[in-house]
């Protein structure tokens, strides 16, 4: 192989951005306004397992989880069990997916979402905090604040609700893993599901 090729491969390589947010590493602390106005950050649950959840209502792939009733199960289980479930919109004005506090707050009525929160963030801060790519894409925090999970939310990158049906859960795999003090086996996934719409 040429000097030269070997040298664009490099470069090439170089390009690619290493992850700003990479499991192990402690996740970024943000401040985001819920649906209801209140003010959310990632430092004031310290000592909390946390879920960060991309979400946009009119993603088929976000369908998927929520027509299903998937998302709102999870939800309710991990929050029950002390995890801060935080989802988030990072959908900008005029593009799909953007809703406005009223709008978000009928549909988690009416969908049973049974998130802590689910922050509006229309000008991309905390999306582009995280390198958010789809919805959903998946983040979970442990206790210490550090990252130790980023991803799909499970193997099956379909649209198809028959597919949750014996596909493997990481974002379960990870709380479950770490919450009996064993190491997490998948730690980072490429995520599945519609772009997140942010600001041009």
């Known amino acids: 192989m040429s000097h030269r090729k070997l040298l664009s491969i490099a470069l090439a390589f170089a390009a690619i951005p290493a992850l700003a947010v ?88 009416s969908m049973h979402v049974a998130s802590t929160a689910v922050l509006l963030d229309p000008a991309g801060t905390i999306g582009r905090l995280y390198e958010a790519k789809t919805t959903p894409h998946m983040f979970v925090i442990d206790p210490t604040g550090k990252l130790i999970y980023e991803g799909a939310i499970d193997n099956k990158p379909t649209t198809d609700q028959a597919d949750l049906k014996g596909a493997d859960n990481y974002l379960n795999d990870a709380l479950n893993a770490s919450m009996a003090g064993k190491p997490v086996a998948v730690q980072s996934t490429r995520p599945y599901g519609c772009s997140v719409k942010y600001a041009h």
């Open 22 to 109: 990479a499991p192990g590493t402690f996740a970024p602390d943000f401040k985001g306004v819920d649906s209801n106005g209140v003010q959310h950050t990632l430092s004031q649950y310290r000592g909390k397992y946390v879920v960060l959840e991309w979400a946009n209502k009119g993603c088929p792939f976000e369908q998927k989880h929520y027509l299903s009733g998937n998302m709102e199960g999870l939800q309710k289980e991990w929050t029950t069990k002390g995890v801060v479930w935080l989802s988030v919109i990072s959908s900008a004005p005029g593009e799909q997916g953007y809703v406005t506090a009223a709008q978000e707050n009928d549909y988690i009525k």
